[in-house]
Every structure is written in structure tokens, then in C-alpha cells.
């Protein structure tokens, strides 16, 4: 896997440069090959961790280095999906036949909602009732929940490729969420509340963000929590 990695950021570094120069006899003779290679590494089903970890690497550097291409960050939003679906196909598949009533071991219970552990699961994340959503470097939403999507009045899969900043406005994302979600990325665990104007009322947005992993303790990126809260900043008593 390795090796596949390293020969294709060579062929890709080659074809920058052919760019650069507007070789275009060397830039269609790589990408007939760069593509295949591609595909070759995401179709590649490995079955150990450090396996499954350099893939996850290597989608996560590709989204960054592409991230301002947008057809480019759709094809790359799906390889990566195609890498969730096939190593937490397993873990989904055993969230479905839980006994009912048991306590997942990815959330607890609290009188706030529920504390989500980093680890990513679609399955269950579609039915709690904050949005959560991934984000990977680069600031591209990698995973949706259906909350989320509602909120926004998109499907998950309009949703996913999107710059966060798109999601949540260019003010608050520069002000409020930029620096914490580095930190994120980075491997840290940030918590922090805004507020936002929406039809004329304030909206209290807690915002919890931690990293993600795959089950194969891959960092994906990170996974926001955001649930919306009453504002009694503004409340007085009246008499």
C-alpha cells in the first residue's frame, strides 16, 4: 500500500510541473496513469489497521491538497466515502442488531444529550437529535447526519464536500470556529457557544468538537456536535 502511495505522489508531483510548463503531451500521458493508480489504491481492501490508517492518510492529504478544486472534492468525498462504507460496514452492521434498550458503547446518556466518543458511526448517528457533522483539513464536510441536513434544508449528500464555512456563515466560521476546529484537526478536543441572528430571534449555538476516528483508529478529520439552545441573556423581569 505504501508503495502504491509513493508512486503515485511522484506521478502527481511530475504532472504539477507538467502543468506549470503546459506540457500537454506529459500531462495526458499522466493522468492515463495516475487515475488507474488511483483507483487502484482505494479498491484495495486491507485487512490491517496500519493498512486502513494509510489509506485514510492518504484521502485526507489528496482532499487538502485538492481542496480548491470543487470537482475534484466531490470525487475525493467519494473515495473517502467508499473507504467509511467498507470498514465501518461491520460496526453499522452490529449497531443494527443490538438488543433493544442497551446502551451503545459509543454514546452515554446525560441530562444534556448524548456524549459522543469520537468514533465515527453513521448508523447511529442519523438518530440523535443534534447535528453532527466530519470535517476534514481543508474545512470540507466529510459525513452529515440527517439532523444536520434537515437544519440546513439539503440532503446528506448535498451536504458532503462542502466548505464548513458555507454552512455556517464566513463571519462565524473566521471569528468563532476556524481556530477551535485546527485544534481539532490537530487532535484536540474544543467546546465553545456562539450566537446567531436567524429570522429576527438570537439563536445560542453550543458547539462541541472532538476528533474523529475510524474503528481502525484512524483520524478522519473532526466531528462537530452542535445543538441549539434558548437565549436568556436578553430575558428581564417585566413589572
Known sequence: MEALIDLFWSKYGRLQTAIDREDNVTIHALDQEIDPLLQ???RHEVTDAAGIQAQFRFALELLKTEADDRGCVHRNGHLLQMLVERYLAPQIGR???EIPGKRSDHTESSEGGNTINGLLDPALFDGIPERILVVVPGYRVFYSNETNARQLGLSKEKVIGKHFAELIGIHHFQCDLREP???CIAGESTSLTYA?????DT???SCRMSPC?????AQVGAMVVMQEMADRRRRRSVG
Open 196 to 200: 446567531e441572528e436567524r429570522d429576527g
Open 40 to 42: 487502484a489504491i482505494f
Open 181 to 183: 476546529l485546527d485544534r
Open 95 to 97: 449497531a443494527a442488531g
Open 213 to 217: 476516528f475510524t474503528e481502525a483508529r
Open 203 to 205: 439563536v445560542v449555538i
